[in-house]
């Protein structure tokens, strides 16, 4: 039987972002996928040399637009473990209100993409409708909409005052109310649960072999979220990582749906425990040294490995991204599959390339 | 301050990545590192509930070292990436971009953290200014 | 003049032939061979001027005429069963035995029936049938010059075998013709089972072991046809003591009499239309050259088949074999499609595609009004000349390029494109309306108003088609071919001619259906015909006439200008038909039409539909007692 | 079909899109949007130029001028130049940079400062920027 | 005005391409489709493909790697026909300008008729590029005639 | 012929393209609004395909024109037919035609995505064609003719009561028909799918306004024939045809797009067996 090959991407309707697959299908299922990246290659890490470490804080936030905030917060964790500078209680707190709102907008914006990719229209819009409201959070207490830039090196550049703490609560509400209706429709859904239920299955052992990160790995039964590491305020605020065991596009789904639903808890948590007090501590001196840090993205567990000598260029500023550590296990998930799963099983692992590629 | 790390040899990296891997150790990444103008380190990172154990292996810019992608097939894209940013060549890397993982340019060169010649538009190949 | 006519259809190709064999140089074959197809075409086309008529010519009435009809009733099973002892053949062995067994049988016990009054009785069925086999039978022997000869090129023969084979082919027009003009059911039989000889060694012309395999596999099912047909025609001598065609098949002769006889008949109709369970052998009929498969598949031997059903037909009208019939044709036409929906060898499309048509001409046999056996002559034209037409492309196109599997003939239009447009165009005739095909199937629906379940079946094996066919014609028609190493090809006029012709046949014959139709049917109907129904299809051609020259303009205007780069999501593409993938590799855009073959894979249906074919098949011959 | 309740419900309720350009909708007190300097309070010492992630703030001083310009375009609204800015003389609108259809720089000129200034009268707004082609 | 011109200002198409962008643009731009924004209301579909796309959406910086499949698609695209470039990267190449495998902005490779400023770009700013971009093309019909 | 009929065919020559066009409009509407938006113009469809019109591109392949404009010509001639009370298994089968000529048109393109598109297109000819003709054959056993005036004509009572279980099997054709979800697979109305825009991924410009022309046409012939299941008079048809456009439009909004192996192997043989009893039963009876 004569195969088909298939440029799929880099622009392609269904790829939010420009990444290519050369597909070879037959009778419509991919038999070989090979993927190439580079489409968004800037080279940024790279950028270190020419900025020094406190610009790079906005260089890292363009790492990418999702998460940017959840970037510069475990860049500058990393300076200031390099540089023993301990983060007043309230900028550990406010930290985690912009990260978890972060968590929110992303994994809406998710939901809403895959939904878009097994042709569901109207549950894309419903829930991007939604996430305006957490947008306009973000937009509010920061002043941007996306790239909320409130990190500093030694804490926050922004604070909350009251009425806007009342705001974020009520607003949530709403959200929280919003996203509770669309609970039966992403779970139980017969449309939906056929064209995500058993497709795309990463099993327990081949998650953890091939290094998935996030609720990929979590949706396939191993319960490791980096917020247990305890940074920002998560020492203080208890939580359980949300974990699914099917392996499939519908439990990595779920677990992103339950985070959404939990993130809303902790920045409750998080907002109930502020106290008044610093923004920032004062930071004096140049980063030297080596650390690894980590923190927990939307898609799972991030890494900044970085290196200072000494001087206010930073020798090596190295980012590791859920994603980039997600493309092995969507390789290994495309051979075998329906080509109209393809888009499903792609979007499932949430593919950030803006981060894969820096 | 510095990374804890054990020292180890390109010889005997795979022996001891598999050892890892068989203790139930999860690869999360390997961070290249310029240390001088001829020298560099690969770090391997792993985890296994939630510590991380690092492998620090140093090597000459543009030298071989074998590849852990036939134990770990995750650290392909990683080994690619190295590859790409300073013509580190992996032995028996199984999906082998040839340092074109991210971009056409080949002229990786061996005194490089990361290519300085650049294609600039146009196609030309020019020296970049630093 | 009349007897003069058929003596020329029916004896002069079998004297074409023997001289072809005697003179044995190429030229004078080719000469043969144009002057049998050029005397045929006229004389057919004589006899049709005159139709409806009745004639006695000598040659076919006198007593010597019946006594050789009656020796190669013997003679035939004879040679069968010496080709199965030489071949240790089980299943020809013990068919051609019977066969003998019935014709010592009835010569021995069989008193003489009446003696049938007029040798040649021509109705439209007849002179449909001979039309077919003189036109379209002889635009495939012309074909067939330049083929053969590339085809012995190819094999590097040492002696060639083409006196043989042509006189094998002439004759085998001249049987048909004898078939469908014969009144005598004695002439008609022995004629039958000449055509079973002439495809037995058409099919094994090659020799080689899967040409001998299939041959002996024609053989064996056409001989186990015949026994049906001999004893279904011994049993309506006895039943009646008549062996006039024409009077067999009058109902009032029936009327509570058994209808096994009928029954027989028509089952061996049915094996020699190839009708499921015995679809095989013409399957295996496609290792021969292609003339000989165009030959088998569009204008004879298959064609003798339901030609056998329709004859009968108006005795079936409103018993319960005829409502099996045509069931069991219906489900034929269902499952043919299907099947032929999931090849990718083009020849078996066509051949899967063969079977389901017949199963369609065999349905209106079942049904038997007049207005049914209306739309199976017209079927029978249109598919003669449609199948015809897509042999011949396939076969012109097979020898370009050496594959005949439609995934190698993708892009054709760029490699021959007036061999595959001419294809394009009878693959669409094959399903589209207003084209003959499409048309005589929606008499086909309408004709079966009465039988819900054989509507649904035609309903469902035509939407099959539709999408087999039109993606036959698109990947024909698929932009940028790959670049393939081109071979030189020959196209001599003598390919292109019948190839033109054939494509000419298969438009004016599927445009005309509609007045063929009417030309078919006894007075009263045809009144009415243009004025309820088929009234449409006047200003249906105008509006095609229209569209055609719209398009025609635009393709002109089209032309003209260059093409757009093909989306490959914005890849650029080193050469044509390629783009810059994954590894910075030069990535073939190759192709591959889906066929499903999870759903209409052959195996699976071939156990399933013949099983349940064959049921069906008991089912009537059982449904005679009732 | 679980979302029919939901698609339903929006039917029979007002649509929630806002009708943008008929209607505007109020900007977010600290937003951060289009850069401003205050040419006249501007001392030229060039803080912002250094501190700019996005080095796209050139501060020359000729013949006695200062020439504070900004490539509009490359300015990602960061906000760290206004952070820094010695004398505040920079800020941000509440309003984003209009589109426009081709490359903008903005060049300001204005007086050096004789002495350490210490000026603190309030002078008039901001210049209009200019396209630079 | 002709309806055939009309039409061509009520229904922009658009095709949106995201070389090297952070993403951050290209939500924004995404969340025009949804209903607080809702561009449709201008005729707007986003298509995907280049073919059938009238109005050219380019977020992020260009690399040497995507400016190919940048010039393809905008090649492929029918005339008449309007580019967007979307925020400080697509106008300028952005914070990355100096990064070592960044080229610039979009109009190094192919012609911008609109530039929207902003990291990322607020979607209201889309919606008035694409309006200023009609704009443009309204006048180039006009004086068409 | 008479003249009435002359007069009824170029009747639907004319409005059915522009009916089309205004249930394209209606749908997109309403669509934005299930979605909470608020939507294009009502108009919109026609400003969309004037845009096409005047668009100037290169052709993807030199024979789409042609299969395009033979694709118009089959969908019009299919209007005209069912205005004219003609034949409805003619008609369909005309439309049929057309749906052909789009997939020869996407067959003779290059780029992958539309071969495919056309692969799927035939497919789902394969499975829309048959549910809907053995419907055809139950209003026309039910009304004792195929012509669409006999069947309009059928009587007092509507054809409905007689065949409640062609009613999935409709709804499956008009879902496919119109493209929408979960069956809109060889092309959706916006390109978000793997294979972009499928069968029309080649054609552009002109040749893509002139086959959203016939996409109206064909809409239209669809609802129609939908609409003779409560035939008791002109404005019964009307409602009939918006409930039905409502009931697709809703489908379309609540749930995920299927796979073309589902349609094949689930979707198509169920509502063709419903279909189907129903046909038996009325045979039956
Ligand atoms: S994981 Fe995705 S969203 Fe997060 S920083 Fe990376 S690219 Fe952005
Ligand atoms: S800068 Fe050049 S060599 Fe270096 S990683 Fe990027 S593309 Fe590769
Ligand atoms: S390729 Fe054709 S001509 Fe050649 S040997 Fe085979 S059948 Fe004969
Ligand atoms: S704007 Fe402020 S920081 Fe910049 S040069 Fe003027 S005074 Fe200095
Ligand atoms: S706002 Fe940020 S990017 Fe813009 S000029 Fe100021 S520092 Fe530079
Ligand atoms: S302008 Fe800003 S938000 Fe937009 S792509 Fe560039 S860095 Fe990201
Ligand atoms: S083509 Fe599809 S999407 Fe467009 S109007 Fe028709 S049904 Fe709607
Ligand atoms: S209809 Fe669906 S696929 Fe099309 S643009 Fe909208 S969300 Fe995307």
């Known amino acids: 039987m004569a195969r088909t090959v298939i440029p799929f991407g880099p622009q392609h309707p269904v790829l939010p972002e420009p990444i290519h697959l050369s597909l070879v299908v037959e009778d419509e299922k991919v038999v070989e996928a090979l993927p190439t990246l580079g489409y968004v290659h800037r080279g940024l890490e790279m950028l270190a040399v020419k900025r020094d470490f406190n610009q790079m804080i906005q260089i890292v936030e363009r790492v990418c637009g999702i998460c940017s905030m959840i970037h510069s917060l475990c860049y500058c964790q990393g300076i200031e473990e390099m540089m023993g500078i301990e983060v007043p209680r309230r900028a550990r707190f406010l930290r985690t209100v912009w990260s978890e709102l972060h968590r929110m907008h992303s994994h809406l914006l998710w939901l809403g993409l895959f939904a878009d990719s097994f042709g569901f229209e109207a549950l894309f819009m419903q829930l991007w409708k939604i996430r305006e409201k957490v947008m306009d959070l973000n937009e509010g207490t920061t002043g941007n909409r996306v790239i909320v830039s409130v990190n500093v090196i030694g804490g926050v550049r922004v604070d909350l005052d009251e009425s806007q703490i009342r705001w974020i609560k009520d607003t949530l509400v709403d959200v929280e109310a919003g996203i509770r209706k669309l609970q039966s429709t992403i779970m139980n859904d017969g449309t939906v649960c056929r064209r995500t239920k058993g497709v795309g299955i990463l099993t327990k052992q081949a998650a953890y072999d091939l290094g998935a990160a996030g609720p990929t790995l979590r949706g396939s039964g191993v319960a490791q979220d980096m917020r247990q590491l305890k940074y920002a305020g998560f020492d203080e605020i208890p939580f359980e990582p949300v974990v699914e065991t099917a392996g499939d596009s519908w439990a990595r789904g779920n677990v992103r749906f339950r985070e959404c639903l939990q993130s809303i808890d902790l920045v409750r948590q998080a907002l109930d425990k502020l106290e008044p007090g610093e923004l920032a501590a004062k930071v004096k001196g140049k980063p030297d040294g080596e650390v690894v840090t980590r923190v927990e993205q939307p898609r799972g567990e991030c890494l900044y490995y970085l290196k200072g000598n000494g001087d206010k260029f930073m020798q090596r500023v190295r980012i590791r991204t859920p994603t980039f550590a997600n493309i092995p296990p969507l390789a290994a998930m495309l051979p075998g599959l329906d080509f109209a799963d393809v888009p499903v099983v792609v979007l499932s692992i949430d593919p950030c390339i803006s981060c894969t590629e820096r | 301050m510095s990374v804890e790390a054990t020292v180890i040899t390109a010889d005997k990296l795979v022996a001891e990545v598999t050892r890892l891997h068989n203790e139930g150790w999860r690869l999360v990444t390997m961070s290249s590192v310029e240390i001088d103008a001829e020298n560099m380190e690969i770090l391997y990172h792993f985890d296994k509930d939630l510590k991380l154990t690092n492998l620090r292996l140093s090597l000459p810019k543009g030298g071989t070292i074998p590849s852990i992608s036939g134990v770990l097939f995750g650290a392909f894209l990683i080994e690619n990436e190295i590859r790409d940013q300073f013509g580190v060549t992996f032995d028996g890397l199984v999906i082998d971009y040839q340092g074109r993982l991210m971009n056409e340019c080949t002229a990786t060169t061996s005194n490089s953290p990361f290519c300085r010649l650049l294609v600039k538009h146009g196609m030309t190949v020019t020296k970049e200014v630093k | ?626 | 079909m679980k979302m029919l309740p939901t698609v339903l419900a929006n039917l029979f309720s007002k649509p929630v899109t806002r009708n943008y350009p008929t209607f505007v909708r109020d900007p977010f007190p600290n937003a951060r949007g289009e850069l401003v300097n205050d040419i006249d309070r501007c001392i030229f010492c060039g803080t912002c130029s250094r501190k700019c992630p996005s080095q796209c703030i050139t501060v020359n001083k000729e013949g006695g001028q200062g020439i504070w310009s900004l490539e509009a375009y490359a300015c990602v609204s960061c906000g760290i130049c206004v952070m820094s800015c010695p004398v505040n003389s920079l800020s941000q609108k509440k309003t984003y940079r209009p589109v426009g259809t081709g490359r903008v720089t903005v060049t300001l000129t204005g007086k050096l400062p004789e002495k350490p200034a210490k000026k603190t009268e309030k002078p008039a707004g901001a210049k209009p920027a200019q396209p630079a082609q | 005005m002709s309806f055939l011109k009309k039409s061509q200002i009520k229904s922009p198409w658009l095709l949106h391409f995201d070389c090297g962008s952070c993403n951050g643009c290209d939500i924004e731009t995404l969340a025009c489709l949804t209903p607080v924004y809702d561009i449709e209301r201008f005729g707007i579909v986003n298509v995907g493909n280049p073919r059938h796309a009238d109005v050219l959406i380019v977020t992020g910086t260009v690399n040497p790697r995507n400016a190919v499949i940048l010039k393809n698609l905008y090649d492929q695209m029918p005339t008449p026909k309007l580019v967007i470039a979307v925020g400080a990267c697509g106008c300028t190449g952005g914070v990355f300008r100096e990064a070592p495998n960044v080229l610039g902005g979009v109009d190094k490779i192919i012609p911008v008729d609109v530039y929207v400023p902003g990291c990322p770009a607020k979607p209201e700013a889309i919606m008035d590029a694409v309006v200023a971009g009609l704009g443009k093309l309204k006048g180039i019909l006009e004086g068409s005639k | 012929m008479n003249l009435t009929t002359f007069y009824l065919a170029v009747a639907g020559l004319i409005l059915a393209p522009l009916v089309g066009g205004l249930v394209s409009g209606v749908d997109r509407v309403v669509t934005a609004r299930l979605q909470s938006r608020l939507g294009p113009p009502l108009l919109q469809p026609f400003y969309d395909v004037g845009k096409l019109m005047s668009k100037i591109i290169a052709p993807a392949s030199h024979w789409q024109g042609m299969f395009v404009r033979w694709a118009l010509v089959a969908s019009l001639a299919a209007d005209v037919v069912l205005f004219a009370g003609g034949d409805v298994l003619m008609c369909f089968f005309i439309q049929a035609a057309s749906a052909s000529f789009v997939a020869m048109g996407a067959f003779s393109g290059s780029s992958p995505y539309s071969k495919l598109g056309a692969q799927r297109e035939l497919f789902q000819m394969l499975c829309y064609e048959p549910i809907f003709l053995v419907s055809v054959l139950c209003m026309a056993k039910a009304a004792g003719g195929f012509d669409a005036n006999t069947i309009m004509n059928a009587g007092a009572q509507p054809l409905l009561y007689k065949m409640p279980f062609i009613i999935p099997g409709l709804v499956f054709v008009l879902l496919v028909k119109m493209r929408k979800s979960p069956f809109d697979l060889s092309a959706c109305h916006h390109g978000h799918q793997e294979l972009v825009r499928g069968v029309f991924t080649d054609f552009a410009g002109r040749d893509f306004a002139l086959l959203e022309v016939a996409h109206w046409a064909d809409v239209v012939v669809i609802l129609w024939i939908c609409s003779f299941l409560w035939a008791t008079g002109p404005l019964q048809m009307v409602v009939v045809a918006l409930v039905a456009l409502f009931v697709i439009i809703l489908i379309d909004n609540v749930s995920a797009r299927l796979t073309w192996r589902h349609m094949v192997k689930v979707a198509a043989p169920l509502t063709f067996v419903l279909a189907f009893a129903n046909l038996m039963w009325l045979y039956l009876e």
């Open chain 3, 1 to 626: 003049m009349l007897d003069a006519y058929i003596g020329v259809l029916v004896l002069w190709p079998l004297v074409a032939g023997l001289l072809c064999l005697v003179l044995r140089s190429p030229g004078a074959r080719k000469a043969l061979v144009l002057l049998t197809s050029a005397a045929l075409a006229v004389c057919a086309v004589g006899l049709a001027s005159q139709t409806p008529f009745t004639a006695n010519p000598n040659f076919l009435a006198s007593e010597g005429t019946l006594k050789v009809a009656e020796a190669l009733a013997i003679v035939f099973p004879a040679y069968f069963l010496l080709r199965g002892l030489m071949e240790k053949h089980a299943l020809v062995i013990i068919f051609s035995c019977l066969q003998l067994a019935l014709a010592i049988w009835g010569m021995m016990n069989m008193n003489e029936p009446q003696t049938v009054q007029n040798a040649v009785v021509c109705d439209g069925l007849s002179v449909t049938l001979a039309l077919v086999v003189a036109i379209i039978g002889s635009l495939i022997a012309i074909f067939a010059i330049p083929y053969m000869q590339h085809h012995e090129d190819h094999l590097k023969l040492a002696k060639s075998k083409q006196p043989a084979f042509f006189l094998v082919l002439l004759a085998f027009l001249g049987f048909m013709n004898g078939m469908a003009l014969s009144n005598d059911l004695r002439v008609f039989e022995a004629c039958f089972e000449a055509t079973t000889l002439c495809s037995f060694l058409l099919i094994g012309h090659d020799n080689t072991p899967v040409a001998r395999q299939s041959a002996f596999r024609a053989l064996w099912m056409n001989a186990l046809g015949g026994v049906f047909l001999h004893s279904g025609v011994l049993l309506v001598q006895k039943q009646f003591g008549v062996v006039d065609i024409h009077a067999v098949v009058n109902p009032a002769l029936w009327t509570g009499a058994s209808m096994l006889p009928v029954a027989l008949i028509v089952a061996a109709g049915c094996v020699k239309a190839a009708q499921m369970p015995f679809q095989k052998w013409l399957l295996g009929a496609m290792v021969a050259p292609t003339p000989v498969s165009a030959l088998l598949h569009s204008s004879t031997m298959v064609k003798a088949g339901v030609f056998l059903c329709l004859r009968f037909s108006p005795v079936l009208t409103n018993t319960t074999i005829g409502a099996i019939l045509a069931l069991s044709g219906a489900f034929t036409f269902f499952a043919g499609s299907a099947m032929s929906l999931g090849q990718s060898n083009a020849k078996k499309v066509l051949a899967y595609s063969t079977i389901a048509n017949l199963g369609l001409i065999i349905v209106c046999a079942g049904i038997g009004t007049p207005v049914a056996v209306a739309a199976g002559i017209v079927l029978l034209a249109v598919h003669a000349a449609t199948k015809g037409l897509l042999f011949l492309c396939v076969g012109d196109m097979e020898q370009t390029i050496g594959s005949r599997d439609l995934e190698d003939l993708r892009g054709m239009v760029g490699k021959s494109p007036v061999t595959a447009l001419a294809a394009c165009a009878g693959a669409l005739g094959m399903v589209l309306p207003p084209m003959g095909m499409l048309v005589g199937k929606w008499a086909t629906i309408e004709a079966a108003k009465s039988n819900p379940v054989v509507m649904a079946l035609i309903l469902l094996g035509s939407a099959l088609a539709v999408v087999c066919w039109v993606r036959f014609a698109g990947t024909l028609m698929s932009g940028k071919p790959l670049p393939t190493p081109e071979k030189a090809h020959h196209s001599s006029p003598l390919t292109n001619m019948p190839l033109m012709t054939m494509l000419a046949c298969a438009i004016g014959l599927g445009m005309a259906a509609p007045w063929i139709d009417a030309l078919m049917l006894p007075n009263a109907d045809a009144a009415s015909v243009f004025t309820t129904g088929w009234g449409l299809m006047p200003p249906l051609f105008i509006v095609c006439l229209l569209a055609w020259m719209v398009g025609m303009k635009v393709l002109g205007r089209q032309t003209a200008v260059p093409q757009a780069s093909p989306y490959m999501g914005g890849l650029p593409s080193a050469e044509p038909g390629t783009f810059v993938g994954a590894l910075g590799k030069n990535w073939a855009l190759t192709e591959g039409n889906e066929y499903a073959t999870e759903i209409f894979g052959e195996s699976g249906w071939t156990k399933f539909a013949g099983t349940l074919a064959g049921l069906l098949l008991l089912a009537m011959v059982g449904g005679a007692f009732i």
